[in-house]
């Protein structure tokens, strides 16, 4: 569903995802009707929102979180559910564009976001199918090259979680010849992303924490002393206004609109695998995405489905055919799958930034904002949600540091945005297919 096709909706339901049709129960929300009053309002009830509610909500502030859709609707809720530490800007990236301290802070807390949803899982006895471990996998000698230069330059900061593999160590964990070889973070992981919305929510709700759905926002009065937030049938006041719409705010706040573009990818799953079949595709239960500039990304599901995604639609228009898309290269992953049955096919926007880095800052006095986690948000908007948080709560230590990173906007404006970053992306691919 494209974002404008969204803010004018109120009866938003899932995507017809393998998540969706496999989601744990959730009670139906009400839609925000009347005028009200809260402390904190977060607008998105994606990982974002959830995060930096639920961590008020156990500080004691009266939190409401108000969704145009369905609890974890948007990315959160669709995504390819792998924990993947790092930003997707790399930390050799970050120092050169910032210096070394921004990259030594921003390197403290890569592996933070997967604490979080590990400890979240444990406190609140989440279930969403929480396995460890991903895999990167490379396609060409330079790939390798990367990859080991990626693990270097971890360990240079302490981060000593990475291991290689070699091609032969690589058929330990992915049955498939189509890699030169890989490097396993042992502290990543996968689980059924919807479902720890809905655990996140439910965590929420039990603090005192309340959530609106099918009330999408009209208009945020950001400037004001007392934000207030308007939906179609109710407004709330607040004392501090937090938004976490990310790729799904739309143009409801334009000074945010164009900090970033709207970018879909496509996953599918399979119909259920034998036992044994699923153990030879992926014997250790690893989730595993390539280092390609347009990837693939596969894991297993809880019930033995794999999940397989990729591609990706500037500006985020869905294809037509998902399924069409995508089944080639699954097929060149795993030939044995030619012909296998897939029972769901669907889309989900993410937000990119033009540096591909994260955007955390304030407008006016009392609005906070976090977005932009460019295909990393799994980890990284568990971690801002803590830190918007402590923000919050007085401490904006680490805040202050998001805050004051510079951010570009794209190459001609929102007009020319989406063909300028379709160039970039056929030139990389072209790397890829090169093998450079």
């Given amino acids: 569903m494209a974002i404008e096709t969204f803010a004018a909706s109120g009866t938003t339901k899932h995507t017809t995802s393998y998540y969706a049709a496999s989601a744990n129960p959730s009670p139906v929300r009400p839609l925000l009707k009347g005028d009200h009053t809260v402390d904190i309002c977060v607008v998105g009830a994606g990982y974002s929102g959830l995060s930096t509610a639920l961590h008020l909500a ?3 502030y009266d939190v409401a979180i108000i969704e145009g859709a369905q609890v974890g609707w948007g990315a959160s809720g669709r995504n390819g559910g792998q ?18 301290d921004t ?8 592996q933070e976001g997967g604490d979080i949803i590990r400890e979240r899982v444990k406190t609140y006895d989440i279930k969403c199918d929480l396995k460890d471990g991903n895999i990167f996998v490379g396609l060409t000698p330079a790939h390798m090259k990367e990859l080991e ?9 302490g981060i000593n979680n990475q291991d290689m593999l070699d091609k032969t160590q690589l058929r330990d964990h992915i049955g498939s010849d189509l890699y030169e070889g890989g490097m396993i973070d042992h502290t990543g992981g996968h689980m059924h992303p919807l479902n720890l919305c809905l655990g996140e929510a439910a965590a929420f709700e039990q603090c005192g924490g309340v959530i609106y759905e099918q009330s999408p926002v009209i208009h945020a009065d950001t400037e004001a002393a007392k934000p207030v937030v308007k939906t179609a049938n109710g407004t709330m006041t607040c004392n501090t206004l937090i938004l976490c719409g990310n790729a799904y705010l739309g143009h409801v706040v334009p000074a945010l609109t164009s900090r970033v573009m709207p970018v879909s990818t496509q996953m599918m799953a399979t119909a259920p695998l034998d036992p044994e079949q699923a153990k030879a595709l992926l014997p250790t ?20 489905r794999l999940i397989f995604g990729g591609g990706t639609v500037y500006g985020g228009t869905d294809p037509s055919d998902v399924e069409a898309k995508l089944r080639p290269a699954l097929e060149k992953v795993y030939p044995s799958l030619k012909g296998v049955k897939i029972d769901h096919a669907w889309s989900g926007n993410f937000a990119l930034s033009f540096s591909r880095v994260p955007q955390m800052g304030r407008l006016g006095t009392n609005t906070y904002f976090a977005h932009g986690y460019s295909g990393h948000g799994v980890t990284g908007s568990h971690t801002f949600g803590k830190i918007l948080a402590d923000a919050v709560d007085g401490d904006k230590t680490r805040f202050d540091v998001f805050a004051k990173v510079p951010w570009y906007p794209f190459p001609g ?14 030139y990389y691919a072209m790397r890829d297919r090169l093998g450079v």
Wanted: hydrophobic share 40%.
């Fill in 285 to 304: 239960d690893k989730c595993v995405e390539d280092v390609r500039y347009i990837l693939d990304y596969y894991r297993m599901s809880g019930d033995n």
């Fill in 413 to 426: 404006g929102r007009m020319l945005r989406v063909p300028y970053s379709m160039v970039g992306s056929w």
């Fill in 83 to 100: 924990i993947v530490n790092g930003l997707n800007a790399s930390l050799q990236t970050i120092k050169k564009r910032y210096g070394q």
């Fill in 149 to 157: 230069a990626r693990r270097a330059l971890w360990s240079s900061y």
């Fill in 103 to 110: 990259a030594n802070f921003v390197a403290g807390l890569v």
């Fill in 58 to 60: 156990e500080k004691g």
